[in-house]
């Protein structure tokens, strides 16, 4: 699995969805939303996650990206929605 700066590094700057997972399975029905933007404006303290899946939202018209995040390390990114003022 390659991180979101390894992600950032071998694609343009486009707009970006990114998704939570407890697990590293693909299938796993209890993701969450955690960031939305352009891919270049990730910010710093998620660009270290990994990256299990890459995706399109066909109606939304943007790219998604799966991530690892592990409870016990991330525990502030299992609320609604991340906050970069929060930090990691």
């Known amino acids: 699995m390659i991180t979101v700066k390894e992600y950032m590094q071998q694609n343009d700057n486009f707009r970006i969805r990114l998704d939570g997972k407890e697990t590293t399975e693909e299938i796993d029905p209890f993701g969450w939303h955690i960031w939305e933007g352009m891919l270049?404006?990730?910010?710093?303290?998620?660009?270290g996650l990994q990256v299990i899946t890459d995706?399109?939202?066909?109606?939304?018209?943007?790219?998604?990206?799966?991530?690892?995040v592990p409870r016990k390390k991330y525990p502030h990114l299992y609320c609604r929605s991340y906050s970069p003022k929060v930090g990691v």
């Open 55 to 68: 995706g399109w939202m066909i109606k939304a018209q943007i790219a998604v990206l799966e991530l690892y």
């Open 40 to 47: 270049q404006d990730v910010p710093e303290a998620l660009q």
